[in-house]
């Protein structure tokens, strides 16, 4: 069992940037890992994985905006969000080993606005 918690949720401007961290319990270097969102009424969405030797994807939505990142030796996943837009505005979940069968943490609000 792997447990997660996201941090560095926040109200960010437009344009600004923002970094979340997601911490987990034990040791994640087995993992792919991920950052999903979700907004009210609508279904969670990936947002960037990394898999456990480094290969990483993210939606078009961030290409270009955002970085995912892990330190198998902290046991830490990050988002480095720049660029941030109103409709990037959602609670931001971490997942390790999957979206299907794998651990989730309780999320993180992220709110864009001037």
């Known amino acids: 069992q792997v447990q997660l918690v996201e941090s560095g949720g926040g109200l960010v401007q437009p344009g600004g940037s923002l970094r979340l961290s997601c911490v987990a319990s034990?040791?994640?270097?087995?993992?792919?890992m991920g950052w999903y969102r979700q907004t009210p009424g609508k279904q969670r969405e990936l947002v960037a994985t990394?898999?456990?030797?480094?290969?990483?994807n993210y939606a078009d939505s961030v290409k270009g905006r955002f970085t995912i990142s892990r330190d198998n030796a902290k046991n830490t996943v990050y988002l480095q969000m720049n660029s941030l837009k109103p409709e990037d505005t959602a609670v931001y979940y971490c997942?390790?080993?999957?979206?299907?069968?794998?651990?989730w943490g309780k999320g993180t609000l992220v709110t864009v606005s001037s």
């Open positions: 997942n390790a080993g999957g979206p299907s069968r794998g651990y």
């Open positions: 034990g040791s994640i270097f087995k993992y792919a």
């Open positions: 990394i898999t456990s030797g480094g290969t990483i």
